[in-house]
């Protein structure tokens, strides 16, 4: 079965970067584009960053754009999030998504962004 895992979470000062990493099974992760979302508290999900199959198309939300950046590595199944210069407005669970027939979520890793 389809089964996505984040991790790479923490607490951060601002200014400061994570990266995040999302580990794909159970589809054929080469073919397909991949998504990153993110949920504040008490907020609407949002989505952040798109990477089609390849990798060599990249989008990126206005709040994000220039600070973040989403790649993937197709042999080890992964899809990554880049994140610097870092804001307390990046807070947020953040959840890699695919969809294979339907929307598939890993379980999120929280990123906390304070001083």
């Known amino acids: 079965q389809v089964q996505l895992v984040e991790s790479g979470g923490g607490l951060v000062q601002p200014g400061g970067s994570l990266r995040l990493s999302c580990a794909a099974s159970?589809?054929?992760?080469?073919?397909?584009?991949m998504q990153w979302y993110r949920q504040a508290p008490g907020k609407e999900q949002e989505w952040v960053a798109s990477?089609?199959?390849?990798?060599?198309?990249?989008n990126y939300a206005d709040s994000v754009k220039g600070r973040f950046t989403i790649s993937r590595d197709n042999a080890k199944s992964t899809v990554y999030l880049q994140m610097n210069s870092l804001k307390p407005d990046d807070t947020a669970v953040y959840y890699c998504?695919?969809?294979?027939?339907?929307?598939?979520w890993g379980q999120g890793t929280q990123v906390t962004v304070s001083s």
């Open positions: 990477i089609t199959s390849s990798g060599t198309i990249s």
């Open positions: 998504s695919a969809v294979v027939v339907r929307s598939y």
């Open positions: 159970g589809f054929a992760f080469s073919r397909y584009g």
